[in-house]
């Protein structure tokens, strides 16, 4: 189990063990350096060698030390326990590797918490002890309570992947003045854990591979969301985002029904990944559940973004469904597409771009660029848009495309093609 500080990149698994400090030799020099300067302070003054060094030096010792070691160091004095609680960043992490048993971990966790009081935290990341089959959230429960309770910042809480439990025992959501950045992985978010409406700092949301499942996600201080790693979304309703003051949004690859978005006036920036576990249950045969009244899914929450890029499936049928009720998108200035939309959604695009002045498309399958010819309306695109292709090659699909292009006025010059098939 490690209590070091929170300054590694939040867990993965499955997780090497965590190498000693002694393995690394620009650690061992300078832990030769202190020891040095230590002993000479101590020959000098004749003094316990360890007073001799600075709060800063001792710190530093201590972020060199195992978690439980640096723990035991309390009792060497009043200065090192003074030393140790004004630590800010803590990790409560069971690492399946060590020896610690379940209960010494829990034994360990108390003691921490009854040793170090409420003193403020910047940064706390909790990962529970685990088997073989689950992960027991009821343990987890008092770290996090116990991490609110000292003004924690920073709160990231991550489980194996393996079978698990839900986040929090009762499914209330967090409440916290003081919370600033929240990451989840691993984990089963139901019911009330996703409405951060009780967190009204809170700006940088990261949920990755999760398991959503609730009535809406929200939060009205939230600047920055991202939802990657393959989550999975309810299967009976298209979930809400409210976020109204989000500058940037990152929904990776998914599962099952996508999300709702609802308006989103200061979006700045926005990347959207629909690979092919994500279905629109409104072009299926089941019965739509919840989203009948809904026309735009996704870009009606997006017509804000300043720099966007939808990538899908080319199978996939929600942007182009979306685009049968497309918004303007006054303020876009840099737009990026792969090979999902047809002559007709490209024309569409652009006649609701008016500012637009870069667009990239990365086509890998050209024979899809089918659908009519778009529309016959009159209309120019802005002399200032420089279009990038990159393709395998320029064959008959990429043609149409550029046909497309110039029937919209894009002269030549303003259209760049690079292919990674040089013959």
Known sequence: MGWEEASSPPCSSPRPPAPRASTYPGVILRTRHLFDEMHKKAVDTGMDPFRVLSDDVLEHILSLMPGDEALQTCVLSTQWRDLWRRKTNLRFIFENWSSFSRERFNKLAKLIIHLRGDASLTNCQINPYSDEDYI?????????????????????ICASDILYEPLLVDDSPLISRHLRTIEFRFLDLVDSSVDFSG?????????ERCYVDAEKICSNSLKHLRLVGNCTFSEDIHIPIAAPRLISLELGSFQCLSPFLEEMPLLEKASILLGNGCYNVCHSDRKCGGCSHKKCLLLNGLSNAVDLKLIAAPELPIFKRDLEWCP?????????????????????????????EKLTLKIDFPENFVGGEGSRQSFVCPPHLVVNIKCRKVDNGVCKILDVLRTCGILLEQISIKCRDRT
């Open 328 to 356: 303007e998108f006054d303020k876009l200035k840099t737009l990026k597409l792969n090979d999902w939309f047809t002559a007709t959604d490209l024309v569409c695009i652009l006649q609701h771009s008016p500012n637009l």
């Open 199 to 207: 967190c009204p700092v809170l700006e940088e949301l990261t949920i």
């Open 136 to 156: 027991n959230f009821t343990e987890a429960k008092p770290l996090v309570e116990y991490a609110l309770k000292c003004r924690v910042e920073k709160l990231s």
